[in-house]
């Protein structure tokens, strides 16, 4: 690796360098560490169904991102899994609405083990055996999800909310579009979304810049390289709903409930708003909230009770899940509480502690070699570092939470779902078995 390269150091301690390949590389040096763990981050997910490559406009079928990573690990010499045991690495990898992650932990043989991770996601290989034989698989997953109360509250939410976007569908896909897919497919998908400049290398721990760089190199990846361009492209979504209720039935103890609220998507790059709305979240519904606390003082729900952003690119909708015995009486709390706090204002007291414990995790996971690599990839995707996060995380107020709820969380594009007991008696005319 060229000694001309010149890392950017940020206030955090992170190191940044831009390799001549494009490739963005992070590096957190933890002196007195004894795990290194490393994460290559790719802006390919399950929303990437239809983009342009070229001249070349492409459309998959639901599941491909999810099904590419499985055969990433796979090569003419076996699997990747092998070998990571072989350096005595714990390797694995997961699939999101708009990225897909590769990454291990090792104590030991660390320079190996990244030259593995780097090799796989860079020399694919695929056959029409291979591609094939993974359908099993992934089909036992994809059923296991459907299986799961918690995502099946998130697909469902999404797919009330939205007419045309890619997230209506399960990241994973369904038996009958990965049955289309073919190795030409995630071939396209590489020369599109696995180019070096579409992708993030971050390391923590006991590991230095130099071992990474050197790694780099070894996988030429300190040699300029093509840049193929992949554009999104999305058909018009409007903001009305496709429903505001749904009704189904599983096998659950106790009825699950799920409000979504359609909101304009954020513009690529904004993660000022979309803190800002985690920030109101938790003024609303966190655990430090006055409804959460007498939601669970009173039995009303259990501990994993609470509300998220979803955002990627083209879409961005708050989602309040949990499970009840008494959803109706839950739901109406909630909407209340939202009416009352749009009206009053957040507390400020309620404001700052939500803000310090953002700001408490952001720091606290500097210090954990998993979380510190994984925070510095996520950010990173974003445009962003972990110093200029914690930077505009400070600059947030309570006067800008509240003039960001009188602009979301409106009734009117609000969609509810509803999980009942196997057997129950359907609530109302929306159930969908």
Known sequence: MSDHLRAILDCAGNERYVLPSGLTVLVRPMPGYSAAHAIVAARFGSIDVHFRLGEEELSLPAGVAHYLEHKMFEDQEGDA?????????????????DRTCYYFTATNAVDE???????MVTHPYF????VAKEQGIIAQEIKMYQDSPDWRLITELCQCLYHTHPIRSD?????????QITPEMLYDCCRAFYAPSNLVLAAAGNITARQVLDACARAG???????????????????????????????????CFGIGYKEEPLAPGDGRTEVLYELLLCCISGGMSPLYRRLYDEGLVNPGFGGEVLRVDGCCCILFTG????????????LEEIERVRAQGVDREVFTLCKNEKYG??????????DAASQMADFALMGQTVAQQIEMLAGLTAEDADAALQKILNPGRMARVRILPDGSAAEDSGEND
């Open 127 to 130: 056959t029409e055996e291979t």
């Open 323 to 334: 499970e009840s015995d008494t959803p109706d009486q839950v739901e109406q709390l909630l």
């Open 221 to 255: 990846l300190d040699r300029p390289a093509a840049r193929p361009a992949a554009r999104r492209l999305w058909a018009e979504e409007p903001m009305t709903l496709v429903q505001d209720w749904k009704t189904l039935r599983m096998a659950v103890s106790k009825p």
């Open 81 to 97: 899994f092998a070998k990571f045991a072989h350096t005595g690495a714990n390797a694995n990898a997961f699939t999101s609405f």
């Open 361 to 370: 995790q952001l720091v606290e996971n500097l210090e954990n070699v998993e």
């Open 113 to 119: 083990s990244l030259d593995v991770l780097l090799e």
């Open 171 to 179: 990241i994973a896909g369904t038996c009958e579009s990965i049955a």
